[in-house]
């Protein structure tokens, strides 16, 4: 084909590239592209919300001293759950928040090799996953315990407090109370007779007793849940490590 034919075909594909039609169509895509993440981001934000109206709750209760009546009060979006263990009854309360129903199914083979790639799109239109657990045990009237976790991506179901979750805390009586004979006591743990955080780069975990002072405890329940809708948010940090602070220093 000669420089002079190639010419015409060139521009004819520029111009249909470019035409209004294209550009019709690439501004509907845009469109849709922006509900579609400002409409993700508006549910993750008020599921944000949901699960700090719960701490807030949790935040002031008082282990031992705050009643079940206090604590439906108190704690929002709570479900009774009733159980038996050794053949005691137990009475409690828990909470879960998730958009754990949008996890794709995993059983076909196709589907397992495109997950991440399919993640990595939903990423940048803002989604994150996010699943959030509490709970609290009653006992004749009085609330004994309490927990909760938050997790960035799905884990095998856990109870809150333990494996599973970046954030996550929970309320003993004592720290040494299950153990018999003699053991090891490091001077961090004669220190924190009361307040225990551990964490590394990928999970913090609190462990308070029932003693501890508000002042302690309160804390633990403020968390900066911003990277699971903002826009300000790195794609890559949100899904993998969200920078979920939690002002627990003593």
Not at 21 to 46: E, N
Not at 124 to 143: E, I, T
Not at 226 to 248: D, G, N, Q, T, Y
């Amino acid at each position: 084909m000669s420089t002079k034919r190639r010419i015409p075909v060139f521009r004819t594909i520029v111009r249909t590239l470019t035409g209004r039609l294209v550009r019709r169509l690439f501004v509907v895509i845009l469109l849709f592209t922006l509900l579609l993440s400002t409409a993700t981001r508006l549910r993750s934000y008020f599921m944000a919300r949901k699960i700090q109206a719960v701490l807030r709750g949790l935040a002031e209760i008082r282990i031992d001293q705050t009643t079940e009546e206090q604590l439906t009060k108190m704690v929002p979006y709570l479900t009774q759950k009733d159980w038996e263990v050794g053949g005691i009854s137990q009475h409690g309360f828990y909470v879960n928040i998730s958009n754990e129903s949008d996890r794709l199914p995993r059983v076909i083979f196709v589907a397992e090799k495109l997950m991440p790639w399919l993640e990595h799109c939903a990423a940048w239109l803002g989604y994150r996953f996010m699943s959030f657990d509490a709970s609290a045990l009653v006992q004749d009237g009085k609330v004994v315990h309490v927990d909760y976790g938050l997790a960035n991506q799905w884990v095998r179901p856990q109870f809150p407090g333990y494996v599973g979750y970046i954030v996550s805390a929970r309320s003993v009586h004592g720290f040494w109370l299950p153990r018999r004979g003699e053991f090891e006591v490091t001077s961090a743990d004669d220190d924190s007779p009361q307040y225990r955080p551990r964490g590394d780069k990928h999970s913090l975990n609190v462990i308070y007793t029932n003693d501890a002072s508000s002042e302690l405890t309160k804390p633990v329940f403020r968390l900066n849940l911003s990277c699971f809708w903002s826009l300000a948010c790195i794609m890559h940090e949100a899904v993998r490590s969200p920078k979920v602070a939690m002002e627990c220093r003593r």
